[in-house]
C-alpha cells in the first residue's frame, strides 16, 4: 500500500483515538508510536482489521478512579487520586507497576498501561497489561505517613485485584517499603497470603534478582544489540539518566560487563564523574538513594566531581545510552547531540523516556535503539517469574532466575530481529516490539470472541 495511503489511515485513527481521549497526550503519544507500526501489519493481515482488534486495543479493558484519604503526621486529612488501569487481559491477568509520583494522572497511567500490554506479551510468560498508583509524593514523607498512604490506598484497591486477576507492582516512587505496606493491608483485609504484588521481601514471597531485573535486563538487551555489530560494553563510556532502582542496577551491570559510567541524575540535575561510578561508588548511590533518601547533588559534593543544576546528561560524548528515569526525558536536540558525539546505542530503561522527535533521529541515523517496552520488560519478566514461585510455593536461586531473566532478553531481542528487519538489513527494534508484542495478544482476542 502506498505509503501517503498508510499515513492517511494513520491519521484518521488518531483523530478517533484524540476525540475520545481528550487532553491524554501521553497517551496518544504511546499510541501513535504503536500504530504507526502496526497500521502497515494489519493492512497486510486483514483479521485483524475486521476484528476491530486496534480500536478494542486503544480502550482499557477497566479504569478504576478512587480517593485516598490519609492522616500526615500533622494530623492532617490529605487527599490523593489513586488509579488502576486494567489495560488488556487477553493473555493473563493484569500486571504491571503502581507508580507514585506528584505528576500521575489518567493519561500517563493510560500511556504505561498500554506499553505494558506489549511488553508483557513480548516476554513470552502468560500476563496482561495493567498500570496504576497516585499523585502522592513519597518524597520528603515520614515512613509513617508513606504506611498510611500505603493502607488507605489498599483499602480500595482490594476490591479490584488478587493472584489471579490482577497484580501490582513498583514503578517510580514505589520500592520495596511501598510493596510492603500495601501487602501488608491486602493481607489483613483478605485474610489471605497470597502472590497478589510482586517485588515483595525476600522472607515474605519476593524473588531474587527482582530488585535488578530491569536494570541488568536492560544492559543484557543492550548486549545482544551490540553482539549484533560485534561490539560489547567493554571499554564503551555510558551515560546513564536516573538514579532509582532501574539506573543503580544498569549501572552495575555495565561495569560488570567492563563499560564505564559517567553520569546519574535525578529530577534536579545529573552529576558527570569522568573516571567512572565504579563498585565502591555505586555502594555509596545505593544507600544515597534508598536508604538516605538524599539528592544525587551529594554525589558530587562526596566525590569532587561536577554537577550540573537543573540538566540533564546527554551533551556528554559517550557510545552508550541508558535512559533510566522518567518519559520524554530526550528530546529532539538531544538525540542529534548523541548521536554527533558517537553515541551508536540507545537502550532504554524507562518507559518512553525519548519524545518522537529523538526516536526519528535514532532511526534515522540507523544506530542501535530499542524501546523501553523491549529493553526495559526485564523487570515484569521477572516479576512474572516472582508469580510462578509463588504458586509453586518454592523459590528459586539468584543463578536459576538471573539466567531465566537473560534467557527471556535473548528471547525478546530475536523477537524483535524477527519483526524489525528491514530489507537493507536494519533493524527496527521499535517497528519489531511493537509488532512482535502485537501478534499474540491480537491472537488471543481473536480467539476469544467479540470481548
Ligand atoms: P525510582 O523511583 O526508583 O527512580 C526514578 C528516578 O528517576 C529517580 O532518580 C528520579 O529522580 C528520576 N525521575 C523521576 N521522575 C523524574 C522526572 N519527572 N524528571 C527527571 N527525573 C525523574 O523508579 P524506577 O527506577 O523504578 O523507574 C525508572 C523508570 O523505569 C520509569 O520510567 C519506570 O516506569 C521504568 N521502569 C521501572 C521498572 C521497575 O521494575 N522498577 C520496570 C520497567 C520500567 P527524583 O528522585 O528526583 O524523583
Ligand atoms: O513498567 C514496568 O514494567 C514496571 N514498572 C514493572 C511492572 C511489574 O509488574 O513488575
Known amino acids: 500500500m502506498k505509503e501517503n495511503v498508510l499515513k492517511q489511515k494513520l491519521n484518521d485513527f488518531m483523530a478517533k483515538v484524540i476525540a475520545k481521549n481528550p487532553g491524554e497526550v501521553e497517551f496518544h503519544q504511546a499510541v501513535k508510536e504503536v500504530v504507526e507500526s502496526l497500521i502497515p501489519y494489519i493492512e497486510e493481515h486483514p483479521k485483524y482489521k475486521e476484528a476491530k482488534i486496534l480500536e ?72 496482561g497489561g495493567g498500570k496504576g498508583g497516585s499523585d502522592f509524593d513519597p518524597k520528603g514523607k515520614s515512613d509513617n505517613e508513606v504506611m498510611r498512604f500505603c493502607q488507605s490506598f489498599m483499602t480500595e484497591l482490594v476490591k479490584y485485584i488478587g493472584p489471579d ?99 546519574l541524575s535525578d529530577s534536579s540535575g545529573f552529576i558527570y564523574d569522568p573516571d567512572g561510578i565504579d563498585e565502591e561508588k555505586l555502594e555509596y548511590v545505593f544507600y544515597l538513594k534508598n536508604t538516605k533518601r538524599g539528592r544525587i547533588k551529594e554525589y558530587a559534593e562526596k566525590y569532587g566531581v561536577e554537577y550540573y543544576e537543573g540538566q540533564r546528561p546527554w551533551g556528554i560524548k559517550c557510545d552508550i545510552a541508558l535512559p533510566c528515569a522518567t518519559q520524554n526525558e530526550i528530546n529532539g536536540e538531544e538525540a542529534e547531540t548523541l548521536v554527533k558525539n558517537g553515541c551508536f546505542c540507545v537502550g532504554e530503561g524507562a518507559n518512553m523516556p525519548s519524545t518522537p522527535e529523538a526516536v526519528e533521529v535514532f532511526l534515522k541515523n540507523k544506530i542501535l535503539y530499542s524501546p523501553g517496552k ?16 509463588n504458586s509453586m510455593r518454592l523459590p528459586w536461586s539468584a543463578e536459576e532466575v538471573d539466567k531465566k531473566l537473560h534467557d527471556i532478553m535473548k528471547s525478546i531481542h530475536s523477537t524483535c530481529v524477527k519483526y524489525g528487519k528491514e530489507k537493507d538489513g536494519f533493524v527496527n527494534y521499535l517497528k519489531g516490539a511493537n509488532i512482535g508484542g502485537f501478534v499474540k495478544v491480537a491472537d488471543a482476542m481473536l480467539d476469544q470472541g467479540a470481548v
Request: proline content about 4%; hydrophobic content about 35%; cysteine-free.
Open 56 to 127: 478494542r486495543m486503544t480502550e482499557p479493558e477497566r479504569t478504576i478512579i478512587f480517593r485516598v484519604p490519609w492522616l500526615d503526621d500533622k494530623g492532617e486529612i490529605q487527599i490523593n487520586r489513586g488509579f488502576r488501569v486494567q489495560f488488556n487481559s487477553a493473555i493473563g491477568p493484569y500486571k504491571g507497576g503502581l507508580r507514585l509520583h506528584p505528576t500521575v494522572n489518567l493519561s500517563i497511567l493510560k500511556f504505561l498501561g498500554f506499553e505494558q500490554v506489549f511488553k508483557n506479551s513480548l516476554t513470552t510468560l502468560p500476563m
Open 165 to 263: 486477576t490482577d497484580i501490582p507492582a513498583g514503578d517510580i516512587g514505589t520500592g520495596g517499603r511501598e510493596i510492603g505496606y500495601l501487602f501488608g493491608q491486602y493481607k489483613r483485609l483478605k485474610q489471605e497470603f497470597t502472590g497478589v504484588l510482586t517485588g515483595k521481601g525476600l522472607n515474605w514471597g519476593g524473588s531474587l534478582v527482582r530488585p535488578e531485573a530491569t536494570g541488568y535486563g536492560n544492559v543484557y538487551f543492550a548486549n545482544e544489540m551490540l553482539k549484533t555489530k560485534g561490539e560489547s560494553f567493554e571499554g564503551k563510556t555510558v551515560l546513564i539518566s536516573g538514579s532509582g532502582n532501574v539506573a543503580q542496577y544498569a549501572t552495575k551491570k555495565a561495569t560488570q560487563l567492563g563499560g564505564k559510567v559517567v553520569t
Open 374 to 389: 523491549a529493553s526495559n520488560a526485564g523487570g515484569v519478566s521477572v516479576s512474572g517469574l516472582e508469580m510462578t514461585q
